[in-house]
């Protein structure tokens, strides 16, 4: 089965700073990328996902690049601010079904 | 819609008892999927459906936990008998298979096993 793994664990940036996650996939048959945010005490929520015949995509201050080849998948934030501080999951899935979650990353956006 | 329903949100219950986790996903969304979270493990799939068919359980840790879906509107997950490591949070989830789009979650039930 699918397999996704997450970096960092944890991350710490000053305000206006740029971060940057990392995941990695193993089913090459994974088509559909999102990207959850979970705030404390809250269900996980989409912020942006990306889809296998899509190298790159840009929301605002949040992009996500995807390189299917290495079957690896990046969320990038830029400008960073304090409400961004939450758990970050990356995900994996085939046609809408079987979603795997990466392990997660802990953003501090730092004052 | 009012989106993916857990009930109930917070849930005590004794070791040895039985539990059981209610779901209803978004009207017309043929994937569910049950997950556990816990700070030690994340987000772990337990189980998912399409079209009310259990097509992937692996992830669902011991005999003691089981998942049905009776309908397309609702699903339950029981844990018989309950132990204090079963304490964490279960979240539902819905989507809609064959199209790439999101998996919306339901609040989460909070479950304590003392």
């Known amino acids: 089965g699918e397999n996704v793994e997450q970096h960092p664990s944890t991350l710490s940036v000053q305000e206006g700073d740029s971060a940057v996650i990392k995941c990695t996939y193993s089913?090459?048959?994974?088509?559909?990328f999102p990207w959850y945010k979970q705030e404390l005490g809250k269900r996980p929520q989409l912020i942006i996902d990306?889809?296998?015949?899509?190298g790159e995509k840009k929301d605002q201050r949040i992009a996500v690049t995807l390189n299917k080849t290495a079957k690896h998948f990046s969320l990038h934030i830029t400008e960073t601010q304090p409400e961004d501080s939450a758990v970050y999951f990356c995900?994996?899935?085939?046609?809408?079904?079987?979603?795997?979650f990466g392990p997660g990353t802990r953003l501090s956006v730092l004052p | 819609d009012a989106g993916v329903i857990q009930s109930p949100r917070h849930e005590v219950t004794e070791m040895g008892q039985e539990v059981t986790l209610r779901c209803k996903p978004i009207?017309?969304?043929?994937?569910l999927f049950w997950y556990r979270q816990t700070m030690m493990r994340g987000l772990e799939l337990l189980i998912y459906?399409?079209?009310?068919?259990?097509?992937?359980d692996s992830g669902m840790p011991e005999d003691r936990f089981s998942a049905k879906m009776p309908n397309a509107s609702f699903s339950t997950l029981k844990i018989q008998p309950s132990e204090p490591r079963d304490s964490a949070v279960y979240f539902c989830?819905?989507?809609?298979?064959?199209?790439?789009?999101?998996?919306?979650f339901g609040q989460g039930t909070r479950l304590t096993v003392v």
């Open positions: 009207s017309g969304h043929n994937s």
């Open positions: 459906f399409n079209n009310n068919v259990p097509i992937d």
């Open positions: 989830a819905s989507s809609l298979k064959q199209v790439d789009t999101e998996a919306f």
């Open positions: 990306i889809r296998s015949n899509v």
């Open positions: 995900a994996a899935s085939n046609y809408g079904q079987n979603f795997v």
């Open positions: 089913d090459s048959a994974s088509n559909y």
